[in-house]
Every structure is written in C-alpha cells, then in structure tokens.
C-alpha cells in the first residue's frame, strides 16, 4: 500500500522516488492526477538533475482543447517497493501521477486538511473467471 496526505490546497499527494542516471534514488513529492491520463510527469529543471534518457516526442490535447507537443524520458521509479522503468512526460508543472502509473490500484482520498490518501493494490482476478 501506498499512503500520503492531502494538502493545505486539497490536492492529494504522494511521495515517489525516482532513480537518476548513477542509480541513485531522489524522493519528491507528486500530486495525484486523475485527469492526466500518463505515468508520471516531471519539470524539465527536476529531469535535467536526474540526467533522464530522452525517447522520444508526445503530443496532448489540453483540456483548453489547445495541442501540447512535449518530450518523453525514461526513468526507474520506486512503486510501492518494486523497481518499474516508465515514460516520463516534460511539463512546466508541478510533479504529477498519472493514471496509468496507478492502474491496479484503488485509489482512496479524504478530501479534507491532512486527509489520509490511500493506493491499494488489486488483487489480480485469475484466468479462470
């Protein structure tokens, strides 16, 4: 289980580690995203210290309806005690989680002032149902 805390601005958040290039592991706090319907993404200034791989370019249609054309890293993330290499989307944000980092998991939040946020693992159904 993976637990954190909503803020002061009722935004849920979680703390993630995230390995840079060596191997070592930095921690940053990331806000909970149903709406971004991605891994994870991250500030250019945070994935320049991490020293990212580049892949490759993305596009996103905006909420606003605008295109956004960005770049996608790779990194080795921490996700509730295993090691799990995603893509990791470039944006002028705050860090952010996204729904497929989550997928399997229920995701809990007591929407009040230091609420408790909670991501169960699943159990996986078997083939048999």
């Not at 637990?3 to 958040?13: A, D, L, M, R, S």
């Not at 921690?27 to 991250?42: E, P, Q, R, S």
């Not at 080795?76 to 980092?101: H, K, N, R, S």
């Amino acid at each position: 289980m993976i637990t954190g805390k909503v803020n002061v601005n009722y935004e849920p958040i979680i703390s993630i580690a995230i390995c840079d290039k060596q191997g070592n592991v930095h921690k940053t706090d990331a806000v909970i995203d149903t709406g971004f319907d991605g891994w994870l993404c991250l500030p250019p200034d945070f994935i320049t210290e991490l020293q990212l791989n580049w892949k490759r370019r993305g596009r996103a249609l905006l909420a606003d309806g605008r295109e956004s054309i960005f770049d996608i890293y790779e990194a080795t993330v921490v996700w509730d005690g295993q090691f799990l290499t995603i893509p990791i989307d470039e944006a002028e944000c705050e860090p952010l989680i996204g729904m497929l980092l989550m997928k399997g998991y229920e995701l809990q939040i007591q929407v009040i002032d230091e609420g408790v946020v909670k991501l169960i693992k699943l159990p996986i159904p078997s083939a048999e149902n």
